[in-house]
């Protein structure tokens, strides 16, 4: 292939200092225990997607970093299509988040989004220096990939309101370890001022 | 999200200790310098389709491992189509070398597969001792990928009529390389045995 | 150099299925609130010696995993004789768990004993499939190292008596979520039976 | 352990937008093929010797980048300690290029100096921009680890006249190659201005 180092930019990706991850809101919730997350999760999808709004409103762009479901041949649309079209309890959830044609994706295999993907790479040619982390789950999903940002120097903004667990006693918990060890600002979104909390 | 670490088998990869890696097969060849490799790579798509053919009675898997060519927003199945629909000099390639439904693939931003990508962890999910490499272009991706391969100790075979590169005598001394320091077996592919010189 | 591929072999580590990581127990404890934890970890040091004592007869083979405190030019000897040597907080932990002469270690410059170590590639070579954690702290180093552990699909047993945290509440929470999402088993030491817990 | 993300800074690595990598010149030697190899590795080693004296005034630091020669459980002070007090081939070599307090050293267990090591968030802290590449072999240690280098983005410098190879031949195609695909200086050490041709 010709050498392409100079020229990731193809269709290039815009440069910001902030960057939103959705992490496994691409969803069906066809899993034991599904029903019960849903009932949190639902609600904070309509946070979410209220808050992905301001942030493109603020130029801060959104990836979606969404498990693969062991489906290694799929991809990302296809994941999105199904949780559209068959009759899965997700469905709600991935209508309100449903990718757009700006937004970035990530399948990651395991928990973390770093471990065996390309986000890092990705997240350094936006030039991030701040992570705002939303979806599910907190104390799973979410904890995994804000220890390996924070061991890559990332700033982390996980407003509190956007991220829920099966057990909501643990997602505080999680919360208040992500403030303590993690450095996080957990406001909850609604009190975020995109531009000066940010430095967006 | 539930723990998935035992189900990365949903729609299952199956297992097999040999695996074929397509490299940068879709390409559109609109860089300069693309026409004069075309005049390679179009008679080394035909083999390599019929390769592939032979892989595939041997039930070998297939992974398309392929630029992304800086456009991080797309998707593997949209580079397909860009190639087959758009007028651009590598249609006749794709079309030879089109992925089926049972193919894998995995997008790289730069010229070693492995380099921040799933690539490494889905090979392990496969069980992948052998590593079959054919595509473009021999003395770039396919050398980084090769390299790479090599430092994890999976065993090399690279079809010497399956690779081709801008300069035909740098391919030759690329195929001699690996040969050489690699240990990889570049027997061209007509007189490959599949069962036996890959244990398949 | 010369190929080194099949030799990684030379002084040849020995091959266990089972390892016991002793993450940052060399340390000087010369830290903020370092005085504080040393009251919960000189305890612990007892303990941890005199199950690595087990384990060496059991033939499980240790990795002292350890922060290089920032000190890039310094070497695993030299951070254990500066424990041993000057007069730090941390010197009975030292001299309780010096490493000997069969002993490995891993330099690691952040939390997870696998970002940016050797670890993983050390891991493989010695055929582990569970990993003993023990050492110091339980909410930061011990779990970060335990999730990326848990990626990596190695089974884990983390002595719930060979773990310490600044703070006690917080090391019996992260034991817990230890157990409930990465499946470790959190048996105390003085009940672990080598042989059939961990397969040995 | 305490949170040490903001203080990789304790014995404070410097910082430089240029660093030297000297590969795999710990070396005994001791290996089929090493009296031969040594024929041209020992001219070499003054020279690098001499620009690493150069590199030094000029404030550039030195990262011995070396094979660990599969002892896992040995440390870089040992290795040069065997070079220099063993009976050894390679002890005029290491006579020469002896490490001095201010260095850095990374030992790798494969043949990219950035596989499986701690070297990339090294330069990462350090600030580097341009690698000066010099050291053992040209065609195998050499090349796998400017490739890795080159797809990081780092500007490559690869003074001609401090990298051999078994062959004579193949390490000027190796440099010619390292030239056109990854767009390394090569020009001779004596040759190199370090103020104007590394922006140091």
Redesign the interface.
Known sequence: ?????S???????DTSPVVLLL??VI?DFE????AQLLRHALPAAKRIAAFKERCARARIPAVYVN?N?????????RLVSHCLKDDVRGRKVVELLKPG?????V?K????GF????L???LK?LGAETLILAG??G???I??TA??A??R?YRLVIPSDCVVSQNPTENK?VLK?MQR?LEADITPSTKIDLVTSTGG
């Open positions: 292939m010709p050498k392409q180092n020229d990731l930019h193809g269709n290039a990706p992490i496994d969803n899993f034991e225990g599904g498990d479901f062991g489906k290694w041949r799929s991809d990302f649309k044609r700006n937004d970035y994706f399948l295999p395991k928990h973390s471990f065996s993907t390309t890092d790479l990705l040619h599910y789950t104390d799973i999903c904890l995994f220890n390996d924070f061991m120097d918990r370890y060890v």
